[in-house]
């Protein structure tokens, strides 16, 4: 175990669902990122959050909205999704948001259908 | 294009041999990382080697890193089934922000 923990490991939802991606962290950082992990592709990170302010956002479409309403806790708010966005999510943390080894969660697996 | 590029891409090998993955980047960066990720898991870290560093080893793992070569490689020693996994470097170029690589996926066999 890392510390992080995601709920729910496996979600599938149709394009018009609104769902909720949750990550928690035991270890006291400052920093927590969401990954997203499709098949054959390297990690791409999405969002990035320092002391639960946003401080970096990569050009996410805007169907992903993320929230950090402490630094132990992270969403990632889905909405109209497409099948494309089908992946593995996956959440870490760090102690700050530069130059650290980074700890995962175990990913949840999104189908869209 | 993207920051860190393993090679090769997929490795099969026997229990007991060597596995060696090798990384390439393209900027300047203040460490390396090496992670590993079981099927459909989350990462887990590795090792950190650090810009001024050239070798460094953590139980059966060794890591070297050439910054003129912009260059690392991972080192399993004495292989085990366990050691399966996709394994990946991650730098730091961008703002301190880590960018990973397509990973080498690792097969052991018993």
């Known amino acids: 175990e890392t510390g992080v923990t995601q709920t729910p490991r496996h979600l599938v939802m149709g394009m018009t669902n609104k769902k909720s991606l949750k990550c928690e962290q035991h270890?006291?950082?400052?920093?927590m990122y969401w990954y997203k992990q499709s098949a054959k592709k390297p990690l791409e990170l999405m969002f990035v959050?320092?002391?639960?302010?946003?401080?970096e956002n990569n050009s996410v479409p805007s169907r992903f909205s993320p929230e950090c309403p402490n630094s132990s806790h992270l969403f990632l708010h889905l909405h109209t999704l497409q099948p494309e966005d089908s992946a593995l999510y996956l959440c870490?943390?760090?102690?700050?948001?530069?130059?650290?080894?980074?700890?995962f969660g175990p990913g949840t697996r999104l189908t869209v259908l | 294009s993207q920051q860190g590029e393993e090679d090769p891409q997929a490795l099969s090998i026997q229990e007991g041999e060597n596995a060696t993955m090798n990384c390439s980047y393209k900027?300047?960066?203040?460490?390396l990382q090496w992670y590993r990720q079981n099927s459909g898991r989350g990462l887990v870290h590795l090792i950190l080697i650090r810009s001024n560093e050239r070798e460094k080893h953590s139980g059966r793992l060794r890591v070297t890193l050439d910054t003129s070569k912009k260059s690392s490689s991972l080192l399993i020693t004495a292989s085990r089934a366990a050691d399966t996994a996709s394994y990946f470097c991650?730098?730091?170029?961008?703002?301190?922000?880590?960018?990973f690589g397509q990973g080498t996926e690792l097969s052991v066999k018993p």
């Open positions: 270890l006291g950082h400052n920093a």
């Open positions: 870490a943390s760090s102690p700050e948001d530069t130059n650290n080894e980074q700890f």
């Open positions: 991650a730098t730091d170029a961008l703002g301190g922000k880590l960018i």
């Open positions: 900027t300047s960066i203040n460490n």
């Open positions: 959050y320092s002391l639960e302010e946003r401080v």
